[in-house]
């Protein structure tokens, strides 16, 4: 065995070993965490269900394809496991974990390529930043397509860091791949295509001699088929966006929000959990803008835009700092800058981060961080499956065909039921979500469709008050209209809890 590659295999080696303590805790925590998925995953479930079995995306099956889903290519995953016949929940979390393994030996096979034994400790203390974090936990067990955009956002950013060097003659090959990795990032969430135009800026000013190779492969491996995918997407559905953005955008009082800057306070929490990894992030953003203004900017840039939308977005989903999880894969991408430093300040950098590391350790440890989530998803995963999944459990086992419920809750409900389901929220409701209502205008529209039960959620057992005015008013229209309260069902005693409204026989 030649010099060089026991070298590699050192460095290899040690890079596990110091991210083993921070693997261990994420192995961990998973499997404590297990039982916990969030209800809209159950969403992309049903919409993977009705598309595996009638090959039409529908929330109702027989009913006009609609798009009520995040992720289109994360539903086309699950519509491949339930062609297998694989239970989604598990073949999901299974996803979600794959995911997060597999930045970590992408992270190996850098300290393979680089040889470099700073390299390979500042490569490993960043990892077991990640890995020590219980959001990372959460995110892979959570049943969503978090985890797979992380990957593939990590994935772009260390093609990038690696085509701009100077030594680094592109080829079709290489920017090819580089643009299916793009185009998955676009397919899982819509940020990915401010994140792609961003990166793709930034490869075609550094690489400005080979414009003409840049700008032909990518039209090929992403452009090409992302307009092909948007013109299908407008004739298939009749829209240009998901019906999530039109009812943020357009109305619904779930989403209003009078502040600025309604996202803000989740990002002044982001901070005060992670401050020292924000600290040393911020030197090595200042090593690296000495040396490669390029790759410092375009980093610094996409972080910014992270944290723009978050700010500018009331955060629904925002559990375990969702919307800014994006931002570890610019973290993990840091240390492929280290070769551009002085020798010095990768000695003390290596030193101050792993000063950084252990002083983040203590503080999760202090704030009891992993009991508190631990007990949390704990009381979640139970109310889910007390109240909405039994629920939706039952009524499957009624008949009901040509038959509809009205849920505001629309994830396992409808689901496990596999009745025809009016989403009062409008994520999954056309008309709903196209159409600028007042909160009155809902609830009639709602009561109209005669949908044989309304499902609200309340905050309080047996009365209705302190609701909001969206479901004080469709509660008002279904009493008027002959709907009484039958059941409650019990998600958390301190405040919350779903009301069964059934329509009168008469």
Same mark, same amino acid.
């Given at each position: ?41 159950? @969403? ?65 096979? =850098?300290?393979? &390529? ?9 490569? !490993? ?20 397509? =978090? ?12 093609? /990038?860091?690696?085509? @701009? ?8 090959? +290489? ?38 190779? &840049? ?6 491996? #992403? ?10 997407? #407008? ?36 901070? $005060? ?8 992030? !911020? ?62 300040? +990768?000695?003390? /950098?290596? %030193? ?55 849920? %505001? ?38 009561? +109209? $469709?005669?949908?044989? #039960? ?36 019990? /998600? ?15």
């Amino acid at each position: 065995m030649n010099q060089s590659l026991k070298r590699a295999l050192l460095n290899f080696t040690g890079f596990f070993l110091i991210c083993l303590p921070s693997l261990l805790v994420y192995l961990w925590a998973v499997s404590k965490l297990w039982p916990y998925t969030v209800d809209d995953s159950y @969403i992309t479930f049903r919409y993977a269900q009705n598309f595996a079995t009638t090959g039409i995306i529908s929330w109702n099956v027989g009913q006009a394809p609609i798009e009520g889903y995040t992720s289109f290519l994360h539903m086309l995953l699950m519509a491949l496991g339930f062609h297998l016949n694989l239970s989604p929940i598990i073949y999901t979390k299974v996803l979600g974990i794959t995911a997060a393994v597999l930045m970590l030996v992408i992270g190996g096979t =850098t300290v393979i &390529i680089q040889r470099n034994a700073f390299y390979t400790i500042c490569t !490993a203390l960043f990892f077991s930043f990640f890995f020590a974090e219980v959001d990372t936990a959460v995110h892979s067990i959570s049943g969503l397509e =978090t985890n797979l955009f992380l990957l593939c956002f990590f994935l772009l950013l260390t093609n /990038f860091i690696y085509l @701009i060097r100077k030594e680094n003659i592109l080829n079709w090959k +290489k920017l090819f791949l580089f643009g299916l990795i793009a185009l998955c990032l676009s397919l899982l969430r819509p940020e990915g295509y401010i994140f792609t135009a961003i990166i793709f800026l930034a490869l075609l000013w550094e690489k400005r001699q080979q414009y003409k190779l &840049i700008i032909t492969t990518l039209c090929l491996a #992403y452009l090409l088929p992302v307009l092909a995918y948007q013109a299908w997407h #407008y004739f298939y559905f009749h829209q240009l966006f998901p019906l999530s953005f039109y009812v943020k955008m357009l109305q619904n009082d779930v989403y209003k929000n009078k502040s600025l800057l309604p996202g803000f306070p989740s990002i002044v929490d982001f901070v $005060q959990d992670h401050h020292y990894l924000i600290l040393a992030s !911020a030197i090595a953003f200042i090593l690296t803008l000495r040396q490669k203004k390029i790759v410092a900017l375009t980093l610094f840039l996409l972080a910014a835009v992270i944290f723009m939308m978050v700010a500018k977005t009331k955060p629904i989903m925002n559990f375990n700092d969702r919307y800014i999880y994006p931002i570890w894969a610019i973290l993990l991408v840091l240390p492929l800058t280290f070769q551009l430093w002085q020798q010095k300040a +990768k000695i003390i /950098f290596c %030193g101050f981060l792993f000063l950084c590391l252990l002083l983040q350790a203590h503080q999760i440890r202090a704030e009891h961080r992993f009991q508190n989530y631990i007990h949390g998803t704990a009381m979640y995963a139970n109310g889910l499956s007390n109240a909405h999944i039994q629920l939706g459990k039952l009524l499957a086992q009624m008949p009901h065909q040509g038959k509809a419920i009205a849920t %505001g809750d629309s994830g396992a409900i409808p689901f496990y039921s596999g009745w025809n389901d009016i989403d009062v929220v409008g994520l999954n409701e056309r008309t709903i979500a196209t159409t600028r209502m007042t909160t009155a205008e809902v609830a009639q529209y709602v009561v +109209k $469709q005669a949908p044989q #039960y309304i499902i609200l959620v309340t905050l309080k057992e047996k009365e209705m008050s302190q609701e909001s005015p969206a479901r004080l008013a469709l509660y008002q229209a279904a009493i008027q209209a002959g709907y009484r309260h039958v059941k409650t069902y019990t /998600f958390d005693p301190s405040h919350y809890y779903l009301w069964v409204l059934e329509k009168s026989q008469n």
